[in-house]
């Protein structure tokens, strides 16, 4: 890959297309986060290279990185799987073919069937695979239909732990050799507070009380129900102040975290702060005396390693890729026993000497992970 000059004019050689559809601006989460870490390194590490960026709606200038990128905005905005379907096998053929692209990534596990153009599609994990209920009737049938012909269509495939590696080899019959595994990392923005900034933190959210703190969408298959009865428990158990701090929007399908709540004895105890900015996340992550995060399903996990980087212990569940990217670095519950996440929250909230121990433990772990790396393993695998 290359570029020269022509009279003074910069012309580029390779083109390479990218779906930008979750860079959205004050709403990044799990993929968005992925997709804005990786492919603002990869346009400024190759300036040789012309990007074009797929956006569903307007977009933030603040997400066009850099003069080798021309973002183009195509309708309709994809947010249903009838549009989709609209956007990916007919909108993004033409723009490919307009762009005359050379090579499509995709960070969403979506890509085209009707193009010929090679693309690297991105697979974080196969949650509906395994919990259709949690996703709802529409949804789960566009998955179950298109992302099988997705992995065996795609060039090459990305994904974010080896556990969706071996879960996309058992489930899709993908041969090992196509799926390459880059894990995801936390921004540099993620490190420790000192002592009277954590409690300015806990003197705004919590009343200057500790903190258990959750982080994510609040989707049931977040086990966001099991979470409040087991700190409902450890409440009824201890004579602890600490409360539970739940930060993230509300996503569909509520109902039951909804009737768990309503049924909590220390209700009063949980707190609900909606999403927040990236700097206030920082802020309570690094204030918080744990992160409970017991989904029972992931494909990374992403508030694992940004409470490690912000220097805070962690209780995770010990199934799916969860205990891959913990490492030694905190306390595995079974996400099913609300017994076993009470007990950790009782264990961290009385154990001062444990929770340094595997504070420690997580710095070591980040070393495992870095976005600059992830970026340079994809851009090589496009460009192969």
């Not at 021309?70 to 905005?77: F, W």
């Amino acid at each position: 890959m290359f570029f020269i000059f022509n009279d003074y004019k910069l012309i580029y050689t390779v083109r390479i297309a990218i779906n930008t559809r979750f860079l959205l601006d004050g709403r990044l989460e799990g993929i968005g986060v992925f997709t804005k870490e990786v492919i603002s390194r990869m346009v400024l590490s190759h300036p040789e290279v012309e990007f074009f960026f797929f956006f569903d709606r307007p977009y933030d200038a603040s997400f066009v990185f850099s003069d080798n990128v021309t973002p183009v905005v195509i309708y309709p905005p994809a947010r249903h799987p009838i549009l989709w379907y609209l956007w990916f096998e007919w909108a993004i053929p033409y723009y490919l073919k307009k762009h005359n692209i050379d090579h499509f990534f995709s960070p969403d596990s979506y890509l085209s069937l009707r193009t010929k153009i090679p693309q690297t599609v991105v697979i974080h994990d196969l949650a509906f695979e395994h919990f259709p209920e949690a996703i709802g009737g529409m949804v789960s049938a566009f998955y179950s239909n298109f992302l099988p012909k997705y992995a065996r269509k795609a060039k090459q495939i990305i994904t974010v732990s080896n556990f969706t590696k071996n879960d996309i080899i058992e489930k899709y019959g993908v041969h090992s050799s196509k799926i390459e595994v880059t894990y995801n990392a936390a921004d540099a923005k993620f490190k420790p507070l000192n002592s009277n900034q954590q409690d300015d933190v806990r003197s705004e959210y919590t009343n200057n009380v500790p903190y258990f703190l959750y982080v994510g969408a609040l989707h049931p298959r977040k086990n966001i129900g099991r979470l409040l009865q087991a700190f409902d428990e450890f409440k009824k158990r201890t004579n602890s102040e600490t409360k539970l701090l739940l930060v993230g929007r509300k996503a569909w399908g509520n109902e039951e975290m909804e009737m768990v709540y309503n049924a909590m004895k220390h209700k009063k105890e949980v707190l609900f702060t909606g999403r927040v900015t990236d700097e206030n996340l920082v802020k309570i992550y690094a204030s918080c005396h744990a992160l409970v995060y017991v989904p029972y399903f992931e494909g990374f996990g992403m508030p694992i390693v940004e409470a490690q980087a912000c220097g805070v212990p962690v209780i995770t569940s010990n199934i799916s890729s969860m205990p891959e990217v913990l490492g030694e670095a905190g306390v595995l519950v079974d996400p099913f026993s609300i017994e076993s996440i009470c007990g950790a929250m009782e264990s961290l909230d009385e154990n001062v000497a444990l929770c340094d121990l595997l504070v420690l433990k997580g710095q070591e772990n980040l070393t495992r992970f870095n976005w600059q790396e992830t970026a340079d393993t994809i851009f090589n695998l496009i460009s192969k």
